[in-house]
Structure formats: C-alpha cells, structure tokens
C-alpha cells in the first residue's frame, strides 16, 4: 500500500511541478494502481497536427495541455502553440508564441525548440527558446564569421496561449567557455567541412572556444534548484574519435545551474542568471578585463558512454561525396526525478541521436543519482524509434507529461507517417518499472487517465425551429476538468439523429447542428459524441464505471410551430 501510495502521489506532482517527479522507479505506476476507467473513448496518432520538437504543459487553471512547437505557426510569428483537453485532440491557437519582429529580435533564424514552465505561485509562464544571432556575434562567440552563433532566449507571459514577451532584449547572459577544446575549424578550408586527418595536427590548433547551445530544459529539482540543461551545437565541437581514427564533429548534452531569482519575480520583470559558481569559472588570469568565459557541467556525449546506435552519421562526409560532415547528434533533452520506496532519488534524462530524416533517428535515456550526474545511458536504448510495421519514423526530440489525475505518464514527441512526410505531434505511453520504456503507436489507445468522465450539453435546452425555417444549437464536449474538445480537430466528432426519422433532417457541421423539420409535432434530437478510429471509421463513446457504461449523449426536445 505505501507504494502505491508513493506512486499516485509522486506522479500527481508532474502536473504540478514542472518537470519534476516523485516516484516509484521499480513498477508503473498503471498498473500499480489499477485506476478505473472513466472513458472507453480511444485516440490514435493519425499526424494531422503539425509539429516539430514540442513541448507540453498541463495547465491546471484551465484543465488544458498546451503544446508549443518549432513549426506550425501562422506567418509572423514564431512557434505554434496548441491546446488539448486529452494530449490528443489539438486546437491551433492562432498566431503563436512570439511575435516576429517584436520579440525575439536579438536573434534572425532557427527559432527552435520551445518550453513553457508556469510558476502557479506569481501566475506566470516563461518561454524558454533557442535561436541563432545575426548581430553582435563576435561580442558572444570571438568571431564574426561564428557559423552558428546560437544562445537561449526566455520570454514571459500571464497566459499559456501567450504571447510571450521577452524579457530582455537578448539572450541568457551566459557565455559557456571551453578552454580544452583545440579550435580545428582555425586550420580548415573555406569549407569547413573536412578536419585534420590526424590528431597531431588537430593539436596545432589554438585552444579554447565558445559554446553555441540549443533545446533548452529547465528542471526544477526537490530541494529547490534550478538547472537548465542544453545541448552544445555539434558546430565548433570536432571530437576525435579514437575507434574510427578520425574526426566527428558532436554534439553533446550539458547543464548550469541558475539561480532562482526569475522564477520569484511576481512582476516577470527578472532575467534568468547562471549560478554565480560558473560565472568565469573557466576565466585564466591571462585573459583580458571583461572578459567572460562561463563553466558548465557535461551531461552525456558519446566519448563518455558509447553506443553504436548514435553512429549513423559518423561516415556521412565520404557517402555525400563531400557535402556533409561526419556527425553525431545527442538533442532534445528532458529529465525528470522519481523517488523508490526507500526515498532513493533517481534521475531520468531522455535525449535524441541522429538526424531525424535518418532511419536510426530516435530516443534513449540516461540514469543518475544526482541532477549533475554522473550519468549512465541504458543498455535499452534506443527506447523509442521508428517502425515501419506501423507507419513510424523520424521519432524523436519529446517531453514527458502525466496523465490528467496523475497515475500515468506519457512521451509527447515528433514523428513522421513516411520518410517524406512533415513531422507532427505524437502521443506515446511511457512506463517506469525498472527502467524506462516507451509504447510507440498508431493504433486505438485509451485517453489518459483523468480525461473522463466526458460531458455534452448544447446551448439550447430546446430548439424551435421557426415556420418553414431552421433552427441551430452548439454543442459543448468537455473532460472531466472542463477543457472543451474542438470538433474541429477529425479525432473527435458528435453524430446527431432525430426522431420520429421523418421529422426533419440533421446536419453538423463541427460544433454546429442545424434541425430542419418537414411538418408538425415535437420531435427529440439525439447528440452522440464520437471518436475517430485508426480503421478509419468512428464509434460511439461511453463514460463507464463499476456496473455500466453510458453513451456520452445529449437529448432535447424540438418543438416545430
């Protein structure tokens, strides 16, 4: 009983903190529990809802899941953001988070990678992003010519839908220094594609250089630090590899702590700042007055635990007959902590390897005892990647979230229907029983636990439909938290029967049903709310219980002059 006291607990805190845990790591917490089901209403992946590396919050004011995402926004801004009552049926919000032009401007492109935190104490939500500079590079990156000159901005909003507005007109004040790396793109061609064919003469190189970073990750741990873990831009990070004997250019995941003032900031007015301790920390006495040169904590890289996985570009330079260089990725990071029944914390951190166009795209983790490590990749990995069986590819770059009452978790991700298909948002189950697993799926799933029971009702508790006229009503579908589903969105629809049958005629159009009646007399109508299978037909949802189950449905009267 105190496990699965620690589990419904522990996993009731995703929804509240945001990306931290507290949990039992040796079972899932499903079937831990064995909640009943409110709803045998079931969604499935069917790629309709654009997206690019999302992001979800659960908004406990208003029951909602907001997704952010590098692509899908209407022109002029940057990153779409969607809402759901059941991490499956999105609703485009229209604009997005940021507008162009108006925030974000210390940068000009690469507008990637977007998380939203909400502070439920000061009513806030901060927007964390990655995007590459146009101006001021060699102030931040030495020089001018910096290829990819990218940092973290951070907007703020009293909204989930946004917009956001930056605090700052730019980015995080940290400059992450590397003082052991030999800077090889100083002694290659115009290119910069092809290192030094020898580590020798990668060593003639001069040392030092700074860290364009991406995919931001703020987590929020127990005892009330804050970190943000990013991943180093594989640009500038020429790695040798002593297997291949050879150059490959990486990219690593890292982590600094910040310190907590922004956070309790009621005004939103208060820039995130990396703790003083890494401030300089890579400072000599040689260098200049005013120079900075900040620290950093290495997360995971290849070197440190090598998977063979991760190496599906290490050849690319020679097979694109020059093109491409050899590569690594290790992105889009979350971490989460659970807790044992022994009060043991564990750390959990999921990241993306390879290029997602790439057939061994996909998604492992890493363990640890500490938020700063030292972290241990699974022997499992990659736990989340494509399958053509099922239509899957390019699954990658996700968060994870819980369910709406907590007992259950999930991996919101991109992924691709075809090889040449645009990424779109997926929803994945994900357990931890000894480890972490992730139920990748096209197929008929249940809504999570908590989306149910549903409710109906219209805005008219009864239709008159004037002489010769019609008459229309809105239909109102909610979760159990009062989030409303858009009928809109092809996962979900409402089927409308009238009777007697020759009564009239029904027509619905998303949230719209419209009566026409031929004749005189009352007559009912019936509102079925309907779920979209992955066959491609659609069936009638039920709230169910112990002893029975009941349509989700709304009847009412028409009364014809």
């Not at 899908?72 to 032009?101: C, I, K």
Request: aromatic share 12%; with cysteine.
């Amino acid at each position: 009983m105190r496990r699965n006291a620690l589990l419904v607990a522990a996993f009731a805190a995703l929804l509240l903190l945001p990306v931290t845990i507290t949990a039992t790591a040796t079972a899932d917490p499903a079937g831990a529990t064995a909640p009943a089901r409110t709803t045998d209403a079931t969604f499935h992946n069917d790629a309709t809802t654009p997206g690019a590396d999302p992001f979800v919050l659960f908004d406990r004011p208003s029951g909602y899941y907001y997704a952010y995402s590098t692509e899908g926004a209407d022109p002029g801004y940057h990153f779409a953001v969607y809402r759901s009552p059941d991490l499956a049926t999105w609703e485009h919000l229209p604009g997005g988070a940021l507008r162009a032009g108006q925030d974000g401007d210390w940068a000009h492109d690469w507008f990637w990678a977007p998380e939203v935190y909400h502070n439920a104490d000061t009513g806030l939500y901060f927007l964390f992003y990655a995007a590459r500079m146009n101006r001021g590079v060699a102030e931040h990156f030495r020089y001018a010519d910096f290829e990819e000159p990218c940092k973290v901005g951070v907007a703020v909003s009293r909204s989930p839908a946004g917009p956001f507005h930056d605090i700052a007109e730019a980015p995080l004040d940290y400059f992450p220094y590397d003082p052991a790396y030999h800077d090889v793109n100083l002694i290659m061609d115009a290119e910069q594609k092809k290192p030094p064919a020898t580590l020798e003469e990668g060593r003639t190189a001069p040392l030092g250089t700074y860290i364009p970073y991406i995919d931001p990750n703020v987590f929020f741990d127990a005892d009330g630090r804050i970190y943000l873990y990013f991943s180093r831009n594989a640009y500038r990070n020429w790695v040798w590899d002593t297997d291949l004997g050879k150059y490959v250019e990486e990219s690593n995941i890292y982590a600094v702590e910040l310190t907590g003032d922004w956070w309790r900031d009621p005004t939103g007015r208060t820039m995130p700042a990396i703790a003083p301790a890494y401030r300089d920390s890579n400072r000599t006495p040689d260098d200049a007055p005013g120079v900075r040169k900040d620290g950093y904590v290495p997360i995971v890289s290849y070197g440190a635990d090598k998977q063979q996985w991760e190496n599906a570009h290490v050849d690319d330079h020679a097979k694109s007959g020059g093109a491409k260089k050899d590569r690594r990725w290790a992105e889009g990071s979350t971490t989460i902590r659970t807790v044992d029944a022994q009060g043991n914390p564990r750390y959990y951190l999921t990241y993306s390897a390879n290029n997602y166009e790439n057939e061994f795209y996909g998604v492992g983790y890493a363990t640890a005892t500490g938020p700063l490590g030292p972290w241990r990749k699974s022997p499992s990995n990659p736990v989340l990647s494509q399958d053509p069986a099922q239509g899957l590819y390019s699954t990658g770059h996700g968060g994870v979230i819980g369910s709406p009452d907590g007992r259950q978790l999930y991996y919101v991700h991109h992924a691709r229907p075809s090889t040449t298909s645009p990424r779109a948002l997926y929803t994945s189950r994900l357990h931890l029983d000894g480890g972490l697993s992730i139920d990748a799926s096209t197929g008929d799933e249940p809504l999570p636990s908590g989306v149910g029971p549903l409710r109906i009702r219209t805005d008219d508790r009864v239709l008159h439909p004037r002489p010769g006229g019609t008459a229309t009503t809105t239909v109102h579908v909610t979760s159990a938290r009062g989030a409303g589903f858009t009928l809109a969105n092809p996962q979900n629809r409402v089927r409308a029967d009238l009777s007697p049958t020759d009564a009239g005629t029904v027509t619905v159009r998303g949230d719209q049903v419209t009566v026409t009646p031929t004749g005189h007399g009352p007559a009912r109508l019936t509102i079925t709310y309907q779920r979209h299978r992955a066959d491609g037909t659609y069936r009638d949802a039920a709230n169910t219980g112990p002893h029975r189950s009941t349509p989700v449905r709304i009847t009412i009267p028409v009364i014809r002059g």
